[in-house]
């Protein structure tokens, strides 16, 4: 930790974080380069009838794929109403919970642990940040968790004071990714704007220092090849140049969604199941076709008694209509006139149609339930088809073995803990007056272990290592007690060499080793070392020794 010295906070911070630069102003950089247009807040687009037709020519065509918006803006509108599907909203609440789980005693998701378990001052002072921050940090983490896998990004506000550190954090509409631009000069972190960053006193628009919002970002992402940064002056943006004397340009790194590319597949599994649904609707209709003879009636005795049928199912049809809105149910059999000249007189046929549900082959739902879920790093059995499960991959076996939920887990736990170090700078900067360096730290954020594919995997190299070693040792072990195989360089060669891949001066070694010690004699093992006296003995010894001499 840097010593304590006279500086402010603010100053600390400034010093700690080399991409700021007093200098900077509003009015010398971009607004955004995300653009802030009016973008389309409805998924899928509706087809309106200009000419008044009554007819569409929508189902004529079939696009063959379906692509996000390059616009920031415009995807974030998307994956807003993508994350209200209960499908990706329950896919993205396993992830969140995963990775953050709880521990079962304090209730945190994450604990500071000294990296020297016997360092008191670190242990005392980590104890202390718990204190003071930990329990608003472990509340608000897994909701920042969830904005982050949606957006791709999550924005924190921290307020604090002199000696006091951070007193509240702030994450709401004001700091939702949609309204913050994010600045960097030289790949560091230099400034923000956005709609609610102004100047109290003026209400002008100003650049807010890079400690006064944090960033929970998941930690990966593709610069846009079409979306070149828009750079101020009349000097070229040069990779060779001092980055200190760069301008403010916009940064492309917003983290990359959860659902990034997931759209595709989650419009087609909604049109799957609108189809679905449609036919449902269908079959559960019945149209009833009435035929009325008027053949052998003149048209005025005709028309009579078509209109007196007709008012007579109208009025059974308005009365199942008034007692159905007051049972709230839907009238499902429909009544059609159609007036024929066939031969009898004051005739009426009725014929019933019905719309099977045909509903058994739906492979195509389900191959875009597949695809969807693979995009999000999840199985379909846990998002509510229980029934494919299989192979003893249920109640949730399958999220602690996949490596792509781990994969998840990871980047997840990845963001929160540049999120929680940066905090804790801020917390520091201002408490103690001084904070730790990126790479001196003498604590580490510790999560809540989970059996993800990673730990198994962990777990797996571990115990193969301890075989290796075991391996190693009986080879050693036999060979020491073989005077013949000890003395053969070639044997040492052969079996550590090509057999167990070891390098030739481990080989040297151990064999010089093995040369210079004195063998063991099994023979020996209890018998004393060296030159033992008549007063080095015990009572018993010397009984011992004189009933062998004597032959007892």
């Not at 929680?420 to 360096?437: E, N, S």
């Not at 079996?495 to 080989?507: A, C, R, V, Y």
């Not at 004195?518 to 018998?527: K, L, Q, R, V």
Request: hydrophobic share 35%; glycine share 8%.
């Amino acid at each position: 930790m840097k010593k304590p010295s006279k500086m402010s906070p603010v100053n600390i911070l400034r010093r700690m974080m080399g991409g700021h630069d007093d200098g900077d102003n509003i009015s010398n950089v971009i607004a955004t380069g995300g653009g802030r247009n009016v973008v389309s807040r409805t998924l899928m687009p509706t087809v309106i009838d200009d000419q008044g037709t009554g007819l569409s020519s929508a189902g004529d065509t079939v696009s063959a794929g379906t692509t996000l918006p390059t616009d920031r803006l415009a995807r974030y509108a998307l994956f807003d109403q993508m994350s209200r599907s209960p499908t990706l909203s329950a896919a993205l609440n396993i992830h969140v919970s995963h990775a953050l789980a709880q521990d079962k005693k304090s209730g945190m998701c994450f604990n500071l642990a000294p990296l020297d378990p016997g360092d008191k001052e670190t242990s005392n002072r980590c104890s202390e940040i718990i204190n003071d921050i930990g329990e608003m940090l472990n509340t608000g983490l897994p909701s920042w968790a969830l904005n982050m896998a949606i957006f791709g990004v999550s924005y924190i506000r921290p307020y604090a004071q002199d000696r006091k550190g951070i007193t509240s954090l702030e994450s709401s509409y004001y700091t939702l990714p949609h309204l913050i631009t994010e600045y960097e000069r030289g790949g560091e972190l230099a400034a923000f704007s956005g709609d609610y960053f102004v100047d109290p006193t003026t209400n002008q628009r100003v650049l807010a220092k890079p400690w006064e919002l944090v960033s929970m970002k998941v930690p990966y992402w593709t610069p846009d090849i079409n979306n070149r940064p828009m750079n101020t002056g009349t000097m070229g943006y040069s990779l060779l140049g001092d980055p200190s004397q760069r301008a403010l340009i916009e940064t492309q790194n917003y983290g990359t969604s959860f659902l990034e590319y997931s759209y595709e597949s989650f419009v087609n599994l909604c049109d799957a199941l609108r189809a679905l649904k449609a036919t449902r609707n269908n079959a559960a209709k019945i149209d009833r076709l009435i035929a009325i003879t008027t053949s052998n009636l003149d048209p005025v005795n005709a028309a009579a008694y078509t209109r007196n049928v007709g008012q007579s199912l109208k009025r059974s049809s308005e009365e199942i209509s008034r007692n159905s809105r007051n049972s709230n149910v839907m009238p499902t059999v429909y009544n059609h006139l159609i007036p024929i000249m066939g031969d009898g007189k004051g005739g009426i046929t009725m014929d019933t149609q019905l719309i099977p549900a045909d509903i058994n082959g739906i492979e195509d739902v389900m191959f875009h339930l597949r695809q969807l879920c693979s995009t999000v790093g999840t199985d379909s059995t846990m998002l509510g088809w229980a029934d494919q499960m299989a192979g003893g991959l249920g109640e949730g076996g399958w999220q602690q073995t996949a490596i792509q939920s781990a994969q998840r887990s990871f980047w997840i736990r990845q963001a929160a803990s540049t999120f929680l170090y940066r905090t804790i700078d801020i917390h520091c900067a201002y408490k103690y007056g001084k904070v730790y360096q990126q790479n001196q730290r003498p604590f580490r954020i510790e999560f809540n272990s989970v059996n993800t594919a990673l730990q198994a995997e962990a777990n797996r190299e571990q115990e193969s290592r301890a075989n290796y070693v075991s391996v190693v040792v009986s080879i050693l072990d036999a060979i020491q007690n073989n005077a013949r195989m000890a003395g053969s360089p070639a044997l040492m060669n052969l079996l550590f060499g090509e057999m167990l891949q070891m390098n030739n001066d481990t080989i040297s070694k151990i064999y010089s080793e093995l040369a210079n010690s004195e063998p063991d004699d099994p023979m020996m093992e209890s018998a004393r070392r060296g030159n033992v006296g008549l007063n080095d003995l015990s009572r018993d010894d010397l009984l011992t020794v004189f009933r062998s001499v004597m032959g007892e």
